[in-house]
């Protein structure tokens, strides 16, 4: 089959489309032909070497996609001819992939194949930062950095179906566009005074800042809370990870809250699953509606990568796989 592997940790053109082997058969997952996979930063990390799950070379990259079931065992609660959406650790970027039932997901009619691609890492993210760590209730003011990537914009919608007020923070006219097509309330410009028209457009302070960036920004993110507020921090796209007095969060009574989804939702399918259903319920209100900045064919994953790399990105980017 034809798989995008990685033999040295070289960066994205290491990514290189091939011929490998079909995957083996193995004991009770599901064999999947897979249509579309979505690309994503932890792909680029792996790439050099940089991320969390280091494995050796050669592998196949890729942990999300969306496909159809071609092989089901018995109990499994999926039948072939299923479309679905899944995770894995890695081998998504193939024509076919084994695929745990706990992480596999009927896709909902209202969602094509490139679309469940997108679903999981970004929408299960935004959905566990926003209501398991973040508390958030209906009525509140999130502000969302990095708004118009496919974390940015899986959150905004996820805010929006669950009754929030949604800031967005953007660095582009392009990137505005897509903020407000995933449905934000107000874009802010990230080289302006964001903290400042977030501060006054939320009457003092919103209740929330959902931070995938990191870096400099991160001191303002705090400062632009009202008493009692939280920054969920997702991760660190711009590189330095920041640090802060925690003074700080005495003055205000506010929080720092870490959100690692996979870290807590791997070893809790029945927590992933519910989740889920949450997100099928807002999928199919019209809610959730992944929004795709671009498609790659195997042999452009590459400049998929240095797309995110240098923050190109539009949106959710999804591999063509198949289908």
């Given at each position: 089959?034809?798989?995008?592997?990685?033999?040295?940790?070289?960066?994205?053109?290491?990514?290189?489309?091939?011929?490998?082997?079909?995957?083996?058969?193995?004991?009770?997952?599901?064999?999947?032909?897979?249509?579309?996979?979505?690309?994503?930063?932890?792909?680029?990390?792996?790439?050099?070497?940089?991320?969390?799950?280091?494995?050796?070379?050669?592998?196949i990259?890729?942990?999300?996609?969306?496909?159809?079931?071609?092989?089901?065992?018995?109990?499994?609660?999926?039948?072939?001819?299923?479309?679905?959406?899944?995770?894995?650790?890695?081998?998504?970027?193939?024509?076919?992939?084994?695929?745990?039932?706990?992480?596999?997901?009927?896709?909902?009619?209202?969602?094509?194949?490139?679309?469940?691609?997108?679903?999981?890492?970004?929408?299960?993210?935004?959905?566990?930062?926003?209501?398991?760590?973040?508390?958030?209730?209906?009525?509140?003011?999130v502000?969302?950095?990095?708004?118009?990537?496919g974390?940015?914009?899986?959150?905004?919608?996820?805010?929006?179906?669950?009754?929030?007020?949604?800031f967005?923070v953007?660095?582009?006219?392009?990137?505005?566009?897509?903020?407000?097509?995933?449905?934000?309330?107000?874009?802010?410009?990230?080289?302006?005074?964001?903290?400042?028209?977030?501060?006054?457009?939320?009457?003092?302070?919103?209740?929330?800042?959902?931070?995938?960036?990191?870096?400099?920004?991160?001191?303002?993110?705090?400062?632009?809370?009202?008493?009692?507020?939280?920054?969920?921090?997702?991760g660190?796209?711009e590189?330095?990870?920041?640090?802060?007095?925690?003074?700080?969060?005495?003055?205000?009574?506010?929080?720092?809250?870490?959100?690692?989804?996979?870290?807590?939702?791997?070893?809790?399918?029945?927590?992933?699953?519910?989740?889920?259903?949450?997100?099928?319920?807002?999928?199919r209100?019209?809610?959730?509606?992944?929004?795709?900045?671009?498609?790659y064919?195997?042999?452009?994953?590459?400049?998929?990568?240095?797309?995110?790399?240098?923050?190109?990105?539009?949106?959710?980017?999804?591999?063509r796989?198949?289908?």
């Amino acid at each position: 089959m034809k798989a995008v592997q990685v033999s040295e940790l070289n960066g994205p053109d290491s990514a290189v489309a091939t011929n490998v082997d079909e995957p083996t058969q193995l004991d009770g997952a599901l064999s999947v032909e897979v249509h579309s996979a979505g690309i994503a930063f932890p792909d680029l990390l792996m790439t050099r070497g940089l991320y969390q799950y280091k494995p050796d070379p050669p592998f196949i990259l890729g942990s999300e996609g969306a496909g159809v079931v071609k092989e089901a065992p018995d109990g499994s609660g999926f039948a072939e001819g299923d479309r679905i959406a899944f995770m894995t650790l890695g081998n998504c970027f193939a024509e076919r992939v084994q695929v745990f039932p706990q992480m596999a997901f009927k896709l909902v009619d209202e969602l094509s194949s490139d679309e469940g691609a997108a679903l999981i890492l970004n929408y299960h993210t935004a959905h566990f930062g926003l209501h398991k760590r973040g508390r958030l209730e209906e009525g509140e003011t999130v502000l969302v950095h990095g708004a118009a990537g496919g974390v940015g914009t899986a959150t905004i919608q996820v805010a929006k179906a669950s009754g929030a007020r949604v800031f967005a923070v953007v660095s582009t006219d392009e990137k505005e566009e897509v903020a407000r097509r995933a449905g934000a309330d107000e874009v802010l410009r990230s080289d302006g005074p964001w903290k400042d028209q977030a501060k006054e457009l939320s009457g003092g302070g919103v209740n929330m800042v959902y931070d995938p960036v990191g870096g400099d920004r991160f001191l303002d993110s705090v400062r632009s809370l009202t008493d009692e507020g939280r920054v969920v921090v997702i991760g660190f796209t711009e590189g330095s990870i920041p640090e802060i007095a925690v003074n700080r969060l005495l003055l205000k009574n506010v929080s720092v809250v870490g959100a690692g989804w996979g870290a807590f939702a791997i070893p809790r399918p029945d927590y992933a699953r519910e989740v889920q259903e949450d997100l099928d319920r807002m999928a199919r209100e019209g809610h959730v509606k992944p929004i795709i900045g671009k498609t790659y064919a195997m042999d452009e994953v590459p400049q998929a990568l240095k797309d995110i790399d240098e923050r190109r990105a539009l949106g959710k980017l999804i591999l063509r796989v198949s289908g």
